[in-house]
């Protein structure tokens, strides 16, 4: 669906993109992940021929990005695109015409794509009258409306609480269900752990790495974290690296990565004589993974 080969993109001397590469099959949902400043934002201006590539390429289902290309994508941006004194309807109604949509396929599209993020029922209502959540879910339907082949979701979730999230998410996984493609780019970690097929990391520009989540767990020197509170944590480092246990620092947590899997039983006769304030078993999450290939070996 998706390709991208050696895309490169620099403003003055700053170089934002460097050989970036990924592909996206049909019918996947792809998390780009990465940090603010990592060059989302401007890997999706120039899959939507928005700005302009010093090198490399792309292509949407074969076809080089271009005008037309630009009709078989759908983007919902990270700030709403919504005119908030129009209704929903209206706002759909609008982008339709953007689209070149006929007067029965809009229509249809219009009460088709409110019924999918569950808005029917305030098709009449102004935009401000909505909460976060429903104008977010209102802002994915203005990249569905057209019935693109590619939808880009930019940070759909931030800035809403919880429950907006969950909704959001569980748009999400039924436009997947559908056998929609997307790309999803996010830097909430839960997010692309529930609902991506294959991650990509991105950092400076580069993807780090790539691939479904039992694939990345594969680059962690680890099958297991051990998070340990203590006030003698040179003596607890020095006791694990006897076990091939390797330290890490998660934030202010003491963390190491186990070879295999232990009882706490066992892990507690191997740090004896060691006070401990708290000690837990946690399985390799995508967190670990990503502070591992970003900051540990970089």
Not at 13 to 23: A, G, Q, S
Not at 254 to 268: G, S, T
């Given at each position: 669906?998706?390709?991208?080969?050696?895309?490169?993109?620099?403003?003055?001397?700053?170089?934002?993109?460097?050989?970036?590469?990924?592909?996206?099959?049909?019918?996947?949902?792809?998390?780009?992940?990465?940090?603010?400043?990592?060059?989302?934002?401007?890997?999706?201006?120039?899959?939507?021929?928005?700005?302009?590539?010093?090198?490399?390429?792309?292509?949407?289902?074969?076809?080089?990005?271009?005008?037309?290309?630009?009709?078989?994508?759908?983007?919902?941006?990270?700030?709403?695109?919504?005119?908030?004194?129009?209704?929903?309807?209206?706002?759909?109604?609008?982008?339709?015409?953007?689209?070149?949509?006929?007067?029965?396929?809009?229509?249809?599209?219009?009460?088709?794509?409110?019924?999918?993020?569950?808005?029917?029922?305030?098709?009449?209502?102004?935009?401000?009258?909505?909460?976060?959540?429903?104008?977010?879910?209102?802002?994915?339907?203005?990249?569905?409306?057209?019935?693109?082949?590619?939808?880009?979701?930019?940070?759909?979730?931030?800035?809403?609480?919880?429950?907006?999230?969950?909704?959001?998410?569980?748009?999400?996984?039924?436009?997947?269900?559908?056998?929609?493609?997307?790309?999803?780019?996010?830097?909430?970690?839960?997010?692309?752990?529930?609902?991506?097929?294959?991650?990509?990391?991105?950092?400076?520009?580069?993807?780090?790495?790539?691939?479904?989540?039992?694939?990345?767990?594969?680059?962690?020197?680890?099958?297991?974290?051990?998070?340990?509170?203590?006030?003698?944590?040179?003596?607890?480092?020095?006791?694990?690296?006897?076990?091939?246990?390797?330290?890490?620092?998660?934030?202010?947590?003491?963390?190491?990565?186990?070879?295999?899997?232990?009882?706490?039983?066992?892990?507690?006769?191997?740090f004896e004589g060691i006070p401990m304030d708290s000690i837990s078993r946690q399985p390799?999450?995508?967190?670990?993974?990503?502070?591992?290939?970003?900051?540990?070996?970089?």
């Amino acid at each position: 669906m998706l390709r991208i080969k050696n895309l490169n993109k620099s403003y003055t001397n700053r170089k934002v993109l460097e050989n970036l590469t990924l592909n996206i099959a049909s019918g996947e949902v792809y998390g780009l992940l990465g940090a603010n400043g990592a060059g989302k934002t401007t890997t999706i201006n120039i899959i939507c021929n928005l700005l302009n590539a010093d090198s490399g390429y792309i292509t949407i289902n074969n076809q080089p990005i271009s005008e037309s290309t630009k009709k078989i994508i759908g983007i919902a941006p990270q700030e709403n695109l919504l005119y908030k004194t129009l209704s929903c309807a209206e706002n759909l109604q609008f982008f339709a015409d953007i689209y070149g949509l006929d007067r029965e396929t809009k229509n249809k599209q219009i009460e088709a794509t409110l019924k999918a993020v569950n808005l029917l029922d305030r098709a009449k209502s102004p935009v401000e009258t909505l909460s976060g959540g429903m104008q977010r879910r209102l802002n994915i339907a203005v990249a569905l409306v057209h019935q693109p082949q590619l939808v880009i979701l930019d940070e759909p979730t931030t800035g809403l609480d919880i429950e907006a999230r969950y909704e959001i998410w569980e748009l999400i996984r039924q436009l997947k269900n559908q056998g929609m493609t997307i790309l999803l780019t996010t830097h909430l970690l839960d997010e692309a752990e529930r609902l991506c097929n294959r991650i990509g990391i991105l950092k400076n520009g580069t993807i780090l790495a790539e691939g479904s989540l039992s694939e990345l767990k594969t680059l962690i020197p680890g099958q297991e974290v051990l998070v340990l509170q203590t006030i003698q944590e040179d003596e607890a480092i020095a006791l694990a690296q006897k076990y091939g246990f390797i330290p890490r620092r998660y934030g202010n947590d003491l963390a190491f990565l186990l070879p295999e899997p232990l009882e706490l039983k066992e892990i507690m006769t191997r740090f004896e004589g060691i006070p401990m304030d708290s000690i837990s078993r946690q399985p390799v999450r995508l967190e670990h993974i990503y502070l591992e290939i970003t900051q540990v070996n970089r």
